[in-house]
Nanobody, 125 residues
Framework: HVQLVESGGGSVQVGGSLSLSCKVS??????MAWFRQAPGKEREGIAG???????YYVDSVKGRFTISKDSVKKILHLEMNSLKREETAMYYC??????????????????????WGPGTQVTVS
């Protein structure tokens, strides 16, 4: 069984940076991704990374966010730079063992991910 727990959320000023982490316990093969959801908004994909190490980003964060994973420590990271007020949201770590990572993230197919962390709040103000 896979368990995910996010950390690193908090308050950050507009234009600032924040790094999120997702501790992975158990089997963690497949696609790992970051999603976010603001109140009243649909949960949207941000970035993903597959078993081969390929990374995928939605256009809105490309060039500002970086997803990476530490296979030894079993931690998924998301570095966020130049944060915008509208990016205030609950940020979630997600994983799936067989899901095609790129389309799931780029199309915000959150329904297809079987494993989720409880989320960590990011407030940009």
């Amino acid at each position: 069984h896979v368990q995910l727990v996010e950390s690193g959320g908090g308050s950050v000023q507009v234009g600032g940076s924040l790094s999120l982490s997702c501790k992975v316990s158990g089997y963690s093969r497949g696609c790992m991704a970051w999603f976010r959801q603001a109140p009243g908004k649909e949960r949207e994909g941000i970035a993903g990374i597959d078993d081969g190490g390929s990374t995928y980003y939605v256009d809105s964060v490309k060039g500002r966010f970086t997803i990476s994973k530490d296979s030894v420590k079993k931690i998924l990271h998301l570095e966020m730079n130049s944060l915008k007020r509208e990016e205030t949201a609950m940020y979630y770590c997600a994983a799936d063992l067989s899901l095609a990572c790129r389309p799931a993230v780029l199309h915000s197919d959150h329904y297809f991910f079987n494993y989720w962390g409880p989320g960590t709040q990011v407030t940009v103000s």
